[in-house]
């Protein structure tokens, strides 16, 4: 079983900078890799990013890429979500998700609020 625990949501005024983190915890031996996504108010849920457990592959949705930094502390199990130049279409519950073989785990979401 994994656990996956988000932090670091809020209000930010648009070409602003917000950070998410994603703290894994338990069978964390078992995670292939995680994914950041999104879902904004009446859209369905969207992926924006991806990180291979080992941290060596990256990837992103092309709304995001150059804006968005997907990374991975190795030393403590978390993931992080660097978001800068923020747009008000950025707006949405962001989501971590981690891939573990055949099935998936996901975090409780965080709101990200982007102001015009």
């Known amino acids: 079983q994994v656990q996956l625990v988000e932090s670091g949501g809020g209000l930010v005024q648009a070409g602003g900078s917000l950070g998410l983190s994603c703290a894994a915890s338990g069978r964390t031996s078992s995670i292939l890799s995680m994914r950041w996504f999104r879902q904004a108010p009446g859209k369905e849920r969207e992926f924006v990013a991806l990180?291979?457990?080992?941290?060596?592959?990256?990837y992103y949705t092309d709304s995001v890429k150059g804006r968005f930094t997907i990374s991975r502390d190795n030393a403590g199990n978390t993931v992080y979500l660097q978001m800068n130049s923020l747009e008000p279409e950025d707006t949405a519950v962001y989501y971590c998700c981690a891939l573990l073989g055949a099935t998936t785990q996901w975090g409780q979401g965080t709101q990200v609020t982007v102001s015009s």
């Open positions: 990180i291979t457990w080992s941290g060596k592959n990256t």
